[in-house]
């Protein structure tokens, strides 16, 4: 399968100070599931935003489909166009995705940018509300939906636009059980039916369950190793040094037991 996203040499600092990606290098086949995977501040969502263009690296390139994405290529009108058009991003806080007055209209939002006429915007929404099953939220306020609501809608508002990429910041965190079922049983969806999907986590027992293909960050904001799900979490030795898994003590009765430990795998006894 073909490239669709290739980073080489990535160097990102804020304010040219604050170091949050050094020398990052690898390539997202189409229609392949990859995550990002390191601790906190490691450098997740930094690349994510790299990978978006919505900043641009102090060094490297980036290419989609072989060509470069730079602020001075997206603003060629088509082929820019169709960059945004193609590649969609889910923040990891729904707050800042939504500003719309209405459900329906954040939905209606994107295909207008896209330049399509109301009535196929129009259908649009309809069909992703109802795919979604969120249509009794059409009409709703923004303000007036729970976290979860707010999470389905930012996910509507980037369907309706149907790119193929998909590019989600941690799909798991801030909601409850059921909403994080429901998104990540439509992301193993969304990849099936041919979509490229690329999400960030520190959670082990998503990469065991998504069996992406997944880049380690470490906390110099390089990466340590890229593989396969199975590659990853049979590295005991590499999870350790990153910080993703420790050593655990504790006692059952009066003997002492150890073992490395995160929040799902590894946790033998
Ligand atoms: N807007 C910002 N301004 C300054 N520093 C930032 C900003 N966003 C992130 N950083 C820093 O960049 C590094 C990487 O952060 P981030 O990409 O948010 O990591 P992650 O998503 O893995 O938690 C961290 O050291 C963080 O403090
Ligand atoms: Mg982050």
């Known amino acids: 399968m073909e490239d669709i996203i290739t980073l080489k040499n990535i160097d990102y600092s804020y304010y040219g100070k604050i170091p949050a990606l050094k020398d990052i290098n690898f390539s997202v086949k189409k229609g392949e599931m990859f995550s990002i995977i390191g601790l906190n501040g490691s450098g997740k969502t930094t690349l994510l935003h790299i990978i978006n263009a919505l900043i641009f690296p102090d060094a490297g390139d980036i290419l989609f489909e072989g ?32 500003f719309c007055p209405t459900v329906f209209d954040e939905l209606l939002f994107g295909p207008l940018q896209l330049n399509l006429p109301l009535e196929t915007a129009q259908e649009r929404a309809e069909q992703t509300l109802s795919y979604l099953g969120i249509g009794y939220l059409k009409d709703r306020p923004v303000y007036m939906l729970s976290g979860g609501e707010k999470k389905r809608v930012a996910i509507a508002s980037v369907l309706t ?94 003997e002492e037991h150890k073992h490395y430990h995160s929040h799902y795998v590894f946790h033998k006894h």
């Not at 890229?226 to 006692?251: F, Q, Y």
């Open 67 to 98: 060509n470069a994405v730079t602020e001075k290529s997206l603003k060629e009108k088509s082929p820019g166009m169709q960059f945004r058009q193609r590649v969609g991003y889910i923040f990891q806080n729904s707050d800042i995705q939504l």
């Open 161 to 254: 636009m149907n790119p193929d990429v998909l590019l989600v910041d941690e799909p798991l965190s801030n909601l409850d059980p059921k909403t994080q079922t429901f998104f990540i049983e439509l992301l193993l969806e969304l990849n099936q039916a041919g979509k490229t999907i690329i999400f960030t986590t520190h959670q082990l027992d998503l990469i065991d369950h998504m069996q992406p293909r997944v880049a380690v960050l470490t906390d110099e904001h390089t990466i340590r190793k890229t593989g396969t799900a199975s590659e990853i979490l049979s590295d005991e030795e590499l999870l350790i040094s990153v910080n993703l898994i420790h050593e655990h003590a504790h006692k059952h009765g009066n």
